[in-house]
């Protein structure tokens, strides 16, 4: 049940495994410790202040094990849901690994579930996140990018009278391949590689005009876009379908994944979308129930863009009331299971979470956004890009019940898959021309699988 091809781990020194184990991680972690120090100093409360000291003092100690290379030790019973799934994995394959031997994607998991470890065995702070500041921030500094789309999108969804029914279909094919390109590239935006952008370097970033568009279509270099928007259109035939998003960021990128899902939902393309998050601060930027809950309130309700005209501000209103109204119609369904946090990859879904799977294989399309699911829909090993993506991630599309899958990644990490047959002698031309373009997140792919009918 393995893929053929080695999986990355920290001490490979050419990928980008060694980086993040070795200063990428600690850097972040330093950041929430000073993150804590900023809530302790405004906290009264001895209790709770004694109480958070002892959390600092477990990612004190953290930090010295991911330092000095310490085993890789079982989660503590902490009542999280996903315990059993962690120990199971821990003691089957990674007893006696380190963080730098262990596969990558694992090790690099498991630092973010030892984070959590630190709150949930508190009294008081079992639900903090260390990187909520951060996720709000970013999102108040986009103000360009998420007022162009408001302003745009607020408005319902209509198609110019008096076109014939070609040109409407025209119409919506062109409305639907600019908004997944939005929904891609709002990818390219995560804080764990971005931790001090500047707002320049964030609008640049989140430019979302249309002639951009067209020129960023060169960079997805393995493009099913067509092949999605065939397949949208034949789900609309049979009334709408299910679209499951597995989110990945929060802030901006969940912001363009809302108004992708709106867009499905007014143009009939869906009938219902289910969106699914972490259920604990994950890969510092990943949406977890709070970060939903507080962008579509800080839309209907926030103070956030003090810049904004009164028009812009009951724009981002009008959107962040249309998407509650959605909620709360059981249009839009906000879901947390407790596999997405877990050192697994997809590869093991229908095992290792029997339920979640058959819940997916219910599902018309599943979206998987960002570099971290790509990472794991594809085991994070060093396969071949010239390999078709239904290989690359093996039970996701072979096993019976696997539900059509598609990524919507920019390229942030070393697996790259689905460029084609040419796609070795493209790789190599790139690692010659631009030796970072696998971590830039200028690249980009977007991949469909068929699945297998159950
Ligand atoms: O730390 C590396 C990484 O896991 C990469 O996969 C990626 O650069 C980032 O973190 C997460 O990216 P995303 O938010 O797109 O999953
Ligand atoms: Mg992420």
């Known amino acids: 049940n393995n893929p053929p091809w080695p999986a990355y781990r920290g ?26 120090v900023v809530t302790l100093n405004q906290e009264y ?19 010295k094990e991911l330092q000095e290379q310490a085993k890789l030790r079982p989660i503590i019973d902490d009542g999280e849901a996903d315990v059993a799934l962690w120990n199971k994995l821990i003691a089957k394959y990674f007893h ?76 919506e094919r062109l409305m639907f391949l600019e908004l997944t390109q939005i929904c891609l590239w709002g990818n390219s935006t995560d804080l764990s590689l971005l931790i001090n952008m500047t707002e320049e370097q964030i609008r640049s970033l989140q430019s979302t005009g249309g002639e951009n568009l067209a020129a960023t279509e060169k960079n997805i270099l393995g493009n099913h876009m067509q092949r999605l928007w065939e397949t949208v259109v034949s789900l609309r035939q049979n009334t709408g379908g299910r679209i499951d998003f597995v989110l990945d960021n929060a802030g901006f990128e969940l912001y363009c994944d809302c108004v992708y899902a709106d867009f499905l939902i007014q143009s009939g393309l869906a009938k219902e979308i289910r969106f699914h998050g972490k259920r604990y601060p994950w890969f510092v930027s990943d949406v977890t129930k709070k970060d939903w809950e507080w962008l579509l309130n800080s839309m209907v309700y926030g103070h956030l863009f003090p810049k904004a005209s009164d028009e812009e501000k009951e724009s981002l209103r009008r959107l962040g009331q249309r998407w509650k109204q959605y909620e709360k119609e059981g249009k839009w369904i906000y879901e947390q299971h407790p596999f997405w946090c877990t050192g697994f990859t997809f590869w093991e879904l229908h095992n290792e979470a029997p339920d979640l799977f058959l819940h997916l294989s219910r599902s018309d399309l599943v979206i998987f956004k960002g570099d971290l699911n790509h990472r794991k829909l594809t085991y994070d090993c060093a396969a071949p890009p010239s390999t078709e993506f239904e290989i690359a991630i093996g039970p996701m599309a072979s096993a019976a019940g696997a539900p059509r899958v598609c990524s919507l990644r920019t390229i942030k990490s070393d697996v790259v898959v689905g460029l084609g047959p040419e796609g070795d002698e493209l790789a190599e031309k790139l690692d010659k021309e631009e030796p970072g373009w696998k971590i830039s997140g200028k690249y980009a792919v977007v991949l469909l699988s068929e699945g297998r009918p159950g």
């Open 96 to 171: 006696g690994k380190t963080f730098m031997n262990a596969p990558w994607l694992f090790a690099e998991a498991y630092k973010y579930r030892r984070l959590q470890e630190c709150f949930s065995v508190s009294k008081y702070w079992k639900s903090y996140d260390v990187f909520f500041r951060q996720k709000c921030d970013t999102f108040s500094r986009s103000h360009d990018a998420v007022f162009e789309l408001s302003m745009r999108f607020a408005e319902p969804f209509k198609l110019k009278d008096g076109l014939s029914p070609a040109e409407k279909l025209e119409a």
């Open 45 to 63: 409360d001895e209790e709770r202040i004694v109480d958070l000291v002892h959390c600092i003092e477990r990612m004190e100690g953290l930090m």
């Open 11 to 36: 001490y490979h020194e050419y990928s980008f495994a060694y980086a993040t184990m070795g200063q990428r991680l600690p850097t972040i972690l330093g950041k929430a410790i000073e993150d804590v």
